[in-house]
Structures are given as structure tokens and as C-alpha cells.
């Protein structure tokens, strides 16, 4: 019976802890999917918010070992439609997974989130196989693909690209070099 009780208390914690990480992911899928439907201007927590959306990306990571590393500070908040920043960090991660980690097993992001000079500053770096400069030159191009055939459609970044320069305002450059990974840096007045 005491061999019982201590198998039943376990699979009681292991069930709790189960069901608390599923409630979150489902708070956080919520509020992302909310957000991508919305054009609604809100004030959110930077840090917290891309947390959130990182979560809600988790299924898409959870048979690699790619990493994803957040550098913000805590207290930075901004007033803007939450879906478009969501949509900007969803395709940035994605092109990393889909194109730069290809052929990679253990793949690292870094985000580094600061405020300078009235301007939302976000340096996104991965570590993956990186771009040639025609391929760099042509990375915003609508319908520009590397995965033409293979379910690419060349509209990620064209995306992204709108998004920043129309949406935000703001701007977006992209650095490369062949197996040195890709860095996208974006200022966004606030």
C-alpha cells in the first residue's frame, strides 16, 4: 500500500506539472492568435510578450536541439499592435528552422531587445548556414525563394520587410555571409 501511495503521488505531481505547462501554452497560443487578428494598439511588456511568442513556436523546436536565447530588459514596454511584432519574430525563427538550420543539429538564436534614442532596437542573430550576397541581395524580394518546389513561396520576408518599413515605420537591414549565419537588425521608433 505505502509502494502505491508514493507511485500515486507521483504520477499526481507529474500529471499537475503536465497540465500547468499545457495550460500555458494554451494561454499563450490564445493571446499570440488573438494578437495576429487584431490591428488593436496595445501597451505590452516586450520581454514577457516575446516569451509568449516563442512559446506558442515551441511544437516547431521540440524534436531539435535549436536554442533560443531572449536578451531584454524587464521593465521595457511599448504601445503597438502586438500581432505585427508576434508575425515579424514568427518569420524571422521559421526562415532560421526552415533555411538556416537545414542541414544543422543544434541550432542557436539570439535576440537582443534594447531601447536607444526613442527606438525599439531588436538584433536577431542565428547561427545557421548563412546567405551568399546575391542570395542577400534578393532577400527581401517578394517571391525570391532558395526552396522554390518545396513549399517555399518567397513571401516571408517580403513580409517581414512591409511590416517593419510600412506598418511600423521603422527599418530592417539583413547581414549575411555563407556559414556564418544571418543577422537581421530592426529599429522601430516607439
Do not use: W
Not at 534578393?138 to 517581414?160: E, N, P, Q, V, W
Request: glycine fraction near 8%; charged fraction near 20%.
Amino acid at each position: 500500500m505505502t509502494s502505491f501511495l508514493s507511485e500515486a503521488q507521483q504520477t499526481i505531481t507529474l500529471l499537475t506539472n503536465n497540465l500547468n505547462r499545457a495550460s500555458d501554452l494554451i494561454s499563450s497560443f490564445k493571446q499570440v492568435a488573438v494578437d495576429q487578428t487584431s490591428e488593436a494598439v496595445r501597451e505590452i511588456n516586450v520581454s514577457e510578450y516575446l516569451s509568449e511568442v516563442v512559446q506558442s513556436l515551441a511544437p516547431n523546436f521540440k524534436k531539435t536541439q535549436h536554442t533560443i536565447d531572449i536578451h531584454c530588459p524587464d521593465d521595457l514596454s511599448i504601445k503597438c499592435a502586438p500581432g505585427v511584432l508576434a508575425q515579424i519574430l514568427t518569420n524571422m525563427i521559421m526562415n532560421s528552422l526552415i533555411h538556416g538550420f537545414e542541414d544543422k543539429l543544434k541550432g542557436a538564436i539570439n535576440l537582443d531587445i534594447s531601447e536607444q534614442d526613442g527606438n525599439l532596437i531588436i538584433d536577431y542573430r542565428d547561427d545557421g548556414r548563412g546567405l551568399d550576397e546575391g542570395t542577400l541581395e534578393r532577400h527581401f524580394d517578394a517571391f525570391f525563394t532558395t526552396r522554390r518546389g518545396k513549399g517555399g513561396s518567397g513571401l516571408g520576408t517580403h513580409i517581414m520587410y512591409n511590416l517593419v518599413t510600412q506598418t511600423l515605420g521603422g527599418e530592417i537591414e539583413a547581414f549575411s555571409q555563407p556559414d556564418k549565419g544571418l543577422q537581421y537588425k530592426i529599429t522601430i521608433p516607439v
